[in-house]
Structures are given as structure tokens and as C-alpha cells.
């Protein structure tokens, strides 16, 4: 497994943080822009040794936030913790040992990308023994091996992408805050992201991911904060997200070979509430919002059906947000 180089904490940083429980703490967080309110009394807990989903529309408010956590913007009002330590737009000490990707990173195009890193470990403190040794292995993770003496200025957008995370894996952070991870990158790409933030959490990082993409979010975070105009939604365990959601559950089948056994046998089942047909797809509805996907393909296939497609619904992230943002812009939140 990869291993990140243990990069020195001082003054017992590294064990007060293991002391708290939150990596990151927000009370009425708020940032406003003239009559502007891009931030609006936020509350966000960010468990340590979590993949924590940081979501919303664009324009919701995400960024800002994490500006606002890595001191690059000063709060309008409210406050932010990391490790318990107040963030202050003029004072550092809490940010030591957040790893930071900005959405979108830009870099100076004239420069190699192992050029980049060493510049950017330098301004760590790191030495050049540390460099030498965790330069390649960040190369190597974030799958440019052999692009490193290339000048940035080649690099497609997600080769850039890769080499924003392997500068904010360089110190070997407590925090790893990544916005937008996936933008840029084709469909390998995102599983490559995907994997690289599952080591990343293995190595006892906390992890932090601004994204608009749910199902990218839904493949690997334990917790999720969803925001949009600036106002917190929800914030749970990712298991938590059905049960916020009203109104029934449902699937969608396409099934080849239809009768009237199988429709029978699928209403004889304890969570089915109803079954209706429109062509080759059947419209079920159920009374629970666990998933029963694996149960009702036995029943089909043991009625003599052969399942073409299978959508389940009400039960994921994305119905959830859907049905949280427009309650949200109808008034109701």
C-alpha cells in the first residue's frame, strides 16, 4: 500500500488534533457581498478520519466556505474551527497541516511538474531529503509517473487536476480539503479520483470534498453537507439520507417476457405496495426504502421474466437533494 513520508508536527500539534473530535467546526458562518449573502449562517462538523461530501448546486456557497476554513477570505460573521483552533484570515497556526486544491487549480505553465511540488514543499519547511523521497511517490499516486519533467503548460485539465492533489498531499495533512476533484476529468479519471480519496482516508486523513456531483460523492463519503443559497440542508451520516425523504419509494423495471404470474408474484411480496405496466417496464411501488433491488429480481426471474434495466428510487442522495432544494426555493425550509 502506498504510504505517505511522515512529515514532522511541531510543538505536539499532531496530538493535540488526535485530542478533538472535529476536524472542522463552523458556528453561523457567514459571508455577505453587499447586499449579497453567500454564506448564510452556516454550521458545518466535520468529523475527524471521515470522507465528509460537501455539496450543493453551483453557486451554493461551497467554495466561499472553504476559502472562508483555509483563510483566504475573512468571514462577514460567525466562526470557524479546525481542530479547535479559530481560523483568522492573519494568523496561520490553524491552517498548518490542511492540504488545499482549489477548484480549477492554475499553476505556472513554465514550470515542470516535479518543479511545481519541490517549490511548493519548500514553502512547507519541508527538507530536501523529505522532498526527494515523497515527490516521486506523489507522482507515482497520482498516476503521472513519467510526466513529472513535463511543463504544466502540456498538461491536459485533468493532469493538471492531479498534480493541484499531489500538492495538497505534499506535508502529509491532518485535513485534505479538495474542491471540485473531478472537474476535467473523463470517466477513468473520476474512478481514479475516486480511489486515490479512499488511500488518502486510509492513510488517517480527514477529507473534505466540494462537489455538484452526487454520484461521484455517493461512491466514497461516510458524511454529507448539502447547502444551496448559502443555507445548510442537511448534514448526517450518508446511511441518514432516506430517512429524510417523504413520500414512497418506487422502482422501475424493464423486463422482457411479462404475465400476469409475475406481476402477482412480485404483489404477493410483504414491501410491495402496488405494481402497474406500461409497455415492457413495471412501476412498483414499495413501502420500505431499504434495498430490496436483489429480492425482486429473484421474483422476476423466477416468474420467467429477463430484467433489462433497474432503477430504484427514493432511497439515494440525489432524490434527497432534489427534494431538499425545491423545498428550499418553493419556501418550505
Known sequence: MFKLSKIKKTNGLKEERLAVELAIETNGLTKKYGSLTAVDKLNLKVEQNTIHGFLGPNGAGKSTTIKMLVGLLKASEGTAKIFGQEVNIDQADAR????????????????????????????YGMSQEELKEQIPQLIDLVGLKGRENDRIGKYSKGMQQRIGIAQALLNNPDLVILDEPSVGLDPVGMVEV??????????GMTVLISSHLLFEVEQICSHVTIINKGKSL???KLENVSKVISGP??????????????????????YVEDVTQADNTLNITLTTRDDVSAQISKTITMSGGTIVRMNQKGNRLE???????????????
Open 96 to 123: 498548518v497541516g490542511i492540504g488545499y486544491m482549489s477548484e480549477l487549480p492554475r499553476f505556472p505553465e513554465y514550470l515542470k511538474g516535479a518543479e511545481l511540488l519541490d517549490i511548493y514543499g519548500r514553502m
Open 249 to 270: 419509494a418506487s422502482m422501475q423495471i424493464e423486463v422482457l417476457n411479462i404475465n400476469d404470474d409475475l406481476i402477482r408474484a412480485l404483489k404477493r411480496l410483504t
Open 234 to 236: 442537511f448534514s448526517d
Open 319 to 333: 432524490d434527497m437533494f432534489i427534494q431538499l432544494v425545491n423545498n428550499l426555493q418553493g419556501g418550505k425550509n
Open 194 to 203: 475516486r480511489e486515490l480519496v479512499k488511500i488518502i482516508s486510509k492513510e
